[in-house]
């Protein structure tokens, strides 16, 4: 008696469990078309997946980790991007993600520079005493407010 190879296979729940995503995440993978099950039993819509796919959702994962959206990391796993591609990919991810720690690097600095002028004088006590449209001028004043971030830094500073 042959083994019936769908019990080689994974179903949709099993592998969500071993690469500890839901369900509903490898639909979506599905339906960007980054991974498709190697099969659906037309029946009853069960998706089977191969053991080797397990690493595919790995990579996935790990990708998603350093910032790439779905379309890229489809483009990457399929094998149809030249590798001239994947280093002009790789270099623009590198370059992104060195802006961010740069941008999280000049708000640290920003916040000691806060923090030292508040625990250096009476800056506490002022912004205390006053309402909240003094308060959140004061403190954009007191930050060096960039053009880019002007929005969201008295979007923040008004919700203190």
Do not use: H
Not at 1 to 8: A, L, S
Not at 122 to 129: P, W
Request: hydrophobic share 40%; glycine share 4%.
């Amino acid at each position: 008696m042959e083994k019936d190879p769908r019990f080689q296979l994974l179903k949709i729940g099993e592998l969500a469990v071993l690469a500890g995503v839901s369900v509903k995440a490898l639909r979506v993978y599905e339906k960007k078309k980054v991974i498709k099950p190697v099969e659906v039993d037309e029946e009853t819509g069960y998706r089977y997946y191969s053991a080797d796919q397990l690493k595919q959702v790995e990579a996935l994962l790990e990708l998603q980790d350093m910032g790439f959206s779905l379309n890229e990391i489809s483009k990457l796993l399929s094998g149809k991007c030249s590798r001239d591609e994947m280093v002009e990919l790789f270099e623009l991810k590198e370059t992104n993600l060195k802006e961010i720690i740069w941008k999280t690097e000049s708000k640290i600095n920003e916040l000691n520079d806060l923090k030292a002028k508040m625990t250096e004088g009476k800056e506490a006590d002022k912004i205390k005493e006053m309402d909240d449209e003094e308060r959140a001028w004061y403190l954009a004043k007191l930050i060096k407010v960039s053009e880019e971030n002007v929005r969201q830094l008295l979007s923040d500073v008004l919700w203190l």
